[in-house]
């Protein structure tokens, strides 16, 4: 079992039970929240939305006001998916979850130990804007609405009523996993633990155990003057886990107010992050600055204090309270110290004592950004929205009505004393002040691509000086070695630059843009072009094996559902264990061959057999894998085939042509509803399968005559 930032539940646990009989003690934690769902009810009636769901029960909110456009949101997404929902934003309790399990306690302590309900209690009223907090609170309300009409549904007695805070929570708890606290975290506490490639970019907060996968997301924008019609376009590809509190939801809000906003959210979650409005849209990749510091600490013998500039400094110590549901209504608590010192949150480990210092310590307006970015029409206004500086870390990818486009690397980047003689991307010494950051440089300092030359941007969680591979590309020498800007470049980015760059006549169709969105090749630079040639040349003793190795170097790096090669090059990828996959192809290889015959009868099946979108009684083959710009991330199955559990999901293509009428095309891999047995539970699948697309309503007009139901929360 793995160890829960210093202490092992599992023991916890039996010693609780046997204490509880022993004792005769009724084991009540007294967390339960009063909720009342006749209040809950005289709060709903305040607020005015209508639920307007299309043919493919995609919810579009119609509000008279942005808060009531987000209590629909709320009610709808809850007819959906109440269970993740609730999930969710039970993870942003801290103190107040009452933990069903290791994974959620360790989650409770981590929203402890991060302080976020006490910044969130602080700056709610003073650091958040009226309107945010109304919009946070429509959703809380819709929420607990359904909970009233629906009491069966609650999972657990410490989420409702749920708070405009509680909302808040979520989203200050879920910016710096992001970002990577959560590897931060596993890397001190559990070094050795593996992640699993369902979980998301780089939110391995649980430490499960799973393959090692590199994630990503794509994005596109195409400038009038690279359009071969003169339209603007935009492809909006971000890649996250199939299922679960990481996968998009789609929706769309519309209000009296102004907002129109199609597009992808999280459960728990009232803002969008990416798709478009009427005159603006944008995507969302994940970029990998240096937002986190980690120092080493000397500690006292007592434990009790720290040094720095050579004194010893006590800690900052409070209390965490992790409650744990045991059986029925017994619970149990457990006490660990929740430490800071001057740099901010301490993890004690068995090989030392660490603080970490990450870029948005104490900042609650995550929401309240992302809720800017939705309301700007134009790009000026995007980036007037980007200039809060209360988002961790993304790259946008942005194109407006006008025919503008733009790159911009967001990070809230901190201000490291340049010249300080240390690794900031090391362990730094704790007992240095000055090397304990306050500020943050400015937007504008970032690598940014505005209305570049080139006529188009694009991203595929790749270094930010190879965009264009031309004069447009920003220049690293620009940007301080402090702010560990990444220099990588993925398959997709391979891919994509390469087939961006080398359109001949310097003109994109709307077709060609799609085909590149949807290629399933590698690159012959890549890690699966390389291990393919390390198949290729290790000498293998067995005669089968070698065989089956030469096959695979005549693989042609395609990932398309008819190759009959990806499978022995990309199963050998499914079968090493480390990071370094090269390095165990002598038995990762013969593994591929063995799990291929075994379940397929042959070395070399049609890809399509192994590679598949399963959900319900639907199994379909699918085109893509690993890093491919149609990206398909799979887990292996009993039965020989992959299941995708990561990758392609809500995609949005949208258009503006040269006469300013807009066009959205959508596609989902599953469906809009995540209940079992539901009428959208499947019903884009073959869609998404088939690489096809379905129109989205944008004005308020369209989206009632593609209505096939309207109704209000609760009147349904």
Same mark, same amino acid.
């Not at 992001?178 to 890397?187: C, K, L, R, S």
């Not at 060609?512 to 969105?517: A, G, R, S, V, Y």
């Given at each position: ?14 010693? *609780? ?70 999930? @969710? ?23 402890? $130990? ?7 209690? *602080? ?39 749920? &708070? ?52 990503? @997301? ?5 400038? #009038? ?12 590809? @971000? ?19 102004? $907002? ?17 409005? #009427? ?47 045991? !059986? /029925?209504?017994? /619970?149990?608590?457990? &006490? ?41 029409? @134009? ?9 809060? /500086? ?34 900031? &991307?090391?362990?730094? #010494? ?39 591979? /031309? ?11 402090? !702010? ?8 997709? *980015? ?5 087939? $961006? ?87 990762? !290889? ?50 020989? &085939? ?64 593609? *209505? ?9």
């Amino acid at each position: 079992m793995l160890r829960f930032v210093g202490f092992g539940l599992a023991a916890v646990l039996a010693a *609780a039970i046997v204490a509880a009989f022993a004792l005769g003690l009724r084991l009540t934690p007294g967390l339960e929240r009063d909720f009342d769902p006749e209040a809950a009810r005289e709060m709903a009636a305040g607020y005015s939305a209508e639920i307007v769901r299309d043919e493919w029960g995609v919810p579009r909110i119609i509000g008279v006001s942005d808060a009531d456009a987000a209590f629909g949101l709320a009610y709808a997404h809850a007819e959906d998916d109440f269970e993740t929902i609730q999930a @969710s934003l039970r993870a942003g309790l801290g103190a107040g979850m009452i933990a069903a399990n290791e994974e959620e306690a360790r989650t409770s302590y981590l929203v402890q $130990l991060l302080r976020i309900r006490e910044d969130v209690e *602080a700056g709610y009223e003073t650091e958040l804007s009226q309107e945010a907090r109304a919009f946070a609170e429509g959703y809380a309300a819709g929420l607990n609405l359904y909970a009233a009409n629906h009491p069966g549904e609650r999972v657990s007695r410490d989420l409702f009523p749920v &708070t405009g805070q509680d909302v808040v929570a979520l989203s200050s708890f879920f910016s710096p996993l992001f970002y990577g606290f959560g590897d931060t975290v596993a890397e001190i506490m559990a070094p050795q633990a593996e992640r699993d490639p369902a979980q998301g970019q780089a939110l391995q907060v649980f430490l499960q155990e799973g393959s090692n996968v590199a994630l990503g @997301s794509n994005a596109f924008a195409i400038a #009038p003057s690279r359009s071969a019609d003169g339209a603007t376009r935009l492809i909006v590809n @971000s890649h996250q886990p199939t299922d679960g509190a990481l996968a998009w939801y789609e929706s769309h809000l519309i209000s009296g107010e102004g $907002l129109n906003f199609a597009g992808g959210l999280f459960p728990g979650a009232p803002v969008l992050h990416l798709g478009t409005n #009427p005159d603006l849209g944008y995507a969302a990749t994940v970029n990998y600055p240096d937002l986190i510091d980690v120092y080493a600490l000397t500690v006292s013998e007592d434990g009790d204090s720290y040094e720095l500039d050579g004194e010893m400094r006590d800690f900052d110590r409070r209390t965490a309270r992790m409650t744990v549901r045991l !059986f /029925g209504p017994f /619970g149990w608590q457990v &006490t660990r110290p929740a430490d800071w010192s001057a740099h901010g949150p301490v993890l004690h480990a068995d090989h030392g004592s660490f603080a970490v210092r990450h870029a948005t310590m104490g900042d609650i307006r995550f929401g309240e950004q992302a809720f800017a970015m939705m309301k700007a029409r @134009s790009l000026d206004e995007f980036e007037n929205a980007l200039e809060m /500086g209360a988002m961790g870390n993304t790259n946008r990818i942005v194109a407006d009505r006008h025919g503008r486009i733009a790159r911009f690397y967001v990070a809230r980047m901190p201000d490291r004393l340049p010249d300080a003689g240390v690794d900031w &991307t090391g362990i730094l #010494p704790g007992d240095r002040s000055d090397l304990i950051w306050e500020d943050f440089a400015p937007v504008s300092a970032l690598p940014h691509m505005i209305d570049p030359e080139a006529g188009y941007v694009l991203d595929a969680n790749h270094s930010p000086f190879e965009v264009t591979l /031309g004069a447009d590309d920003p220049d690293p020498a620009d940007y301080p070695a402090e !702010f560990g800007i990444e220099t990588n470049m993925t398959n997709r *980015a391979l891919r994509a630059t390469s087939l $961006l760059a080398g359109d001949l006549d310097g003109r994109t169709t709307q077709g060609e843009l799609i085909q590149i969105k949807y290629d399933d090749a590698y690159d012959e630079e890549s890690l699966a072009a390389q291990l393919r040639d390390a198949i290729a040349s290790t000498p293998f003793e067995d005669a089968a094996v070698r065989e089956a190795a030469e096959r695979a170097g005549a693989w042609t790096l395609s990932a398309s559902r008819e190759n009959r090669g990806a499978g022995l090059v990309l199963m050998t990828y499914y079968m090493t264990e480390g990071e370094d996959v090269l390095a165990e192809v002598e038995t990762a !290889f013969p593994l591929a061959v063995d799990w291929l015959t075994a379940h397929h009868g042959r070395i070399d099946p049609e890809w399509g057999e192994i590679n598949r979108l399963m959900r319900g009684e639907v199994n379909l083959p699918l085109d893509g894998g690993p890093d491919t710009l149609r990206a398909v991330y799979g887990d292996p199955q009993e039965d020989g &085939t992959l299941r995708m559990v990561a990758g392609d999901g809500l995609t949005y293509f949208v258009e503006w042509r040269e006469d300013g009428t807009q066009s959205v095309l959508a596609t989902h891999q599953y469906g809009a509803s995540n209940r079992p047995g539901t009428d959208h539970y499947t019903t884009q699948m073959e869609m998404f399968a088939s690489e096809g697309l379905r129109p989205v309503p944008m004005s308020e007009a369209a989206v009632r005559r593609a *209505a096939v139901e309207i109704y209000r929360p609760g009147e349904e």
